[in-house]
């Protein structure tokens, strides 16, 4: 999953190794405020990620049974 965050901005909200960690792949085309992603195994789709979200507790909000 890391791997798909090659193009992922140095300048977002979160970090790339945060949001793999939580099974998300990068799905973004790679512009500066483009933070795409897409969970692998569920394939919950989030963007526009703020410093203050925790991954893992919107992960498990947006989709409770993943």
Known sequence: RLRSF???????AKS???LAED???????????DDAVTCYFCCLQKLG??????VS???RE?????
Do not use: N
Not at 6 to 12: C, E
Not at 23 to 33: D, L
């Open 6 to 12: 090659v193009q992922y901005p140095l300048t977002a």
């Open 16 to 18: 790339a190794m945060l």
């Open 23 to 33: 099974g998300f792949v990068y799905t973004g085309k790679g512009g500066e405020r």
């Open 49 to 54: 990620w703020q410093t203050r979200d925790i």
């Open 57 to 59: 507790d919107i992960h």
């Open 62 to 66: 947006m989709s409770p049974h993943c």
